[in-house]
């Protein structure tokens, strides 16, 4: 327990102070890039902002998860997700800085909420645990799919990015309901789309 915890302090830190560790090569690599003025870069580093949070969230929720899981054969996948979660992490921090852009300065406070909720869940039993992650993986793969639109149709490099977890994303989604999710009710859902809405339009900004 106290090895775990030293691990997952020690990740804690690399999350926060941006240096994750990809396992995999960015999608990004070798893909040109695309003839963007000021105002794309802007609006395009903004929304790699908004994920990258999203991926400090998704460590979190991670960590949380291997705290306090019970079923030991969960934890294999759970932790093989978790390690595609700091693939995207590094992923998007090293797109944002592409750009011209910073990521977030509520990352400790993105961070620490997502925590909080990850032990609540965690501490309801794994099927709930469980049934948060799939619910949080589905509503960032359709963000994800929003981003697609959004984004300058030139930025080929930031879409090769945002592609590619979007495909994990639903992996992991897939996961969660194998390994035995509850089935969330609705208001949780509406709930965790109104956080989910706030953080984004925060993290477009700051
Ligand atoms: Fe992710
Ligand atoms: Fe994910």
């Not at 709930?128 to 799919?145: C, D, G, P, S």
């Not at 897939?174 to 969330?184: R, S, V, Y």
Request: hydrophobic residues 45%; proline residues 4%; aromatic residues 4%.
């Amino acid at each position: 327990m106290i090895d775990a915890l030293v691990l997952e302090f020690d990740r804690a830190l690399r999350v926060l102070a941006g240096t994750p560790r990809a396992a995999r090569p960015s999608p990004a690599a070798g893909v040109a890039e695309g003839e963007l003025d000021g105002a794309a870069r802007a609006h395009a580093a903004a929304l790699m902002r908004v994920n990258h949070v999203g991926e400090v969230c998704a460590q979190a929720l991670y960590q949380g998860q291997a705290l306090t899981a019970r079923d030991q054969a969960a934890r294999g996948s759970l932790a093989r997700a978790a390690r595609e979660e700091e693939d995207h992490l590094a992923w998007s921090g090293d797109r944002i800085r592409e750009l011209g852009g910073r990521p977030s300065l509520l990352n400790p406070l993105w961070y620490a909420g997502s925590l909080a909720m990850g032990v609540a869940a965690g501490a309801l039993g794994d099927r709930w645990n469980l049934a948060f992650l799939a619910e949080t993986e589905r509503q960032v793969e359709a963000h994800l799919a929003g981003h697609l639109e959004s984004l300058p149709p030139d930025d080929r490099r930031t879409r090769a990015v945002v592609e590619a977890m979007r495909a994990d994303e639903a992996k992991h989604r897939d996961t969660a309901i194998a390994l035995g999710a509850a089935e969330f009710p609705e208001p949780a859902r509406r709930a965790m789309r109104f956080a989910a809405k706030v953080m984004t339009t925060v993290a477009y900004r700051l």
